[in-house]
């Protein structure tokens, strides 16, 4: 079973940016990928971006070109670097293992809150 802890919401004007921080403990080595999902307000999860174990990368269509997921392995840490933010990001954002195709397969934790002020 693994852990996740994610960090670094808060409130931003919409163009600015933020990074947040999916601390994982536990068995990570069985980790196949890692994701990051939102939720808004009365609105379906959606997938973010997930990073597989290889390294590859994918992105939701509306965050193609300003969010970049990365990862620290020595600090079992995946990132999620959030450029030119506009008030449609704000929600709630939450890291998890995923599948190889992003669909999230472990438990969710509390998330971290981001507000993009208009």
Not at 17 to 29: E, I, N, Q
Not at 82 to 96: E, F, G, K, Q
Request: charged fraction near 10%.
């Amino acid at each position: 079973q693994v852990q996740f802890v994610e960090s670094g919401g808060g409130l931003v004007q919409a163009g600015g940016s933020l990074r947040l921080s999916c601390a994982a403990s536990g068995s990570t080595f069985s980790v196949t990928a890692i994701g990051w999902y939102r939720q808004a307000p009365g609105v379906q999860r959606e997938l973010v971006a997930f990073m597989t174990r290889g390294g590859t990368t994918h992105y939701g269509d509306s965050v193609k070109g300003r969010f970049t997921i990365s990862r620290d392995n020595a600090k079992n840490t995946v990132y999620l670097q959030m450029n030119s933010l506009n008030p449609d990001d704000t929600a709630v954002y939450y890291c998890n293992s995923a599948s190889y195709v992003g669909v999230p397969n472990g438990s969710w934790g509390q998330g971290t809150p981001v507000t993009v002020s208009s």
